[in-house]
Every structure is written in C-alpha cells, then in structure tokens.
C-alpha cells in the first residue's frame, strides 16, 4: 500500500471511529432523557446530577446559578452507589419536579437558559 493509501485509510478509520463515539454520545444522552428515576432520596424540585472534571456539569450550574434558580446538586464522585441505585447514566442531568414532587422535565447534557426557562415553566 502507497503512503497516499495508507493516510486515506487512516483517516477514514478515524472517522469511522469518532462517529461510532458520538452515536454511543447520543444513546446515552436520550437514555438519560427518558430511563425512569428513582428520586424519593433527593431533596428540592431542582435536582442536578454532576460529577467531577466535567466541564458541561461546570455549564450547568453556572447556567443555574446565573438563573437564580434554588437547585440540589448530587455529584458522582461524591455518592456513586446513591446516584447508580437511582438510575442516573450520564451527567449533567437536570430533573425538575413540581410542587407534588412528580417529575415534569429533565435536561441531559448541555444546558441552555432557554430549555432551563422551559423546565422552570413546567415545574409551576
């Protein structure tokens, strides 16, 4: 195989290898959107689920805090076993409950003021 050959098969194999990444990305996001949740554990209407090093966790509450929002943070690496026995695939997730304490909303991954307006409209 030419050196020509062998730069196109690399690069090519790289595609094909960052694009099996951001589809597994994805499945785990909608998983996260819509696999059910143990949350009786967690205070507040607000919950969100974080972990360490995690620089769209970081977003996130920088997102809540701007917002003024009164929120529960529950971090990964501080509680693993607790945020795994309640169901939670990936992080950030946002879950909002309303007064009754019945889920209505959650965000998973990136977190805009808009989808974050949307959710608070929810919540009541």
């Not at 050196?3 to 690399?10: C, K, Q, S």
């Not at 970081?58 to 795994?84: H, K």
Request: net charge positive; charged share 25%.
């Amino acid at each position: 195989m030419s050196d020509p050959a062998r730069v196109v098969a690399a690069v090519a194999a790289t595609a094909v290898a960052g694009t099996v990444v951001l589809v597994a990305r994805v499945r785990d996001r909608r998983s996260a959107a819509s696999a059910p949740l143990d949350l009786s554990g967690f205070p507040g209407r607000l919950v969100l689920f974080t972990d360490a090093g995690c620089r769209r966790c970081d977003q996130a509450r920088a997102v809540l805090q701007a917002a003024g929002a009164d929120f529960t943070e529950a971090a990964f690496d501080r509680e693993p076993e607790r945020l795994q026995a309640a169901g939670i695939t990936a992080v950030p997730l946002l879950v909002g409950r309303d007064a009754s304490g019945t889920e209505v909303g959650r965000i998973a991954g990136r977190l805009g003021r808009r989808s974050l307006a949307r959710l608070l409209a929810r919540m009541g």
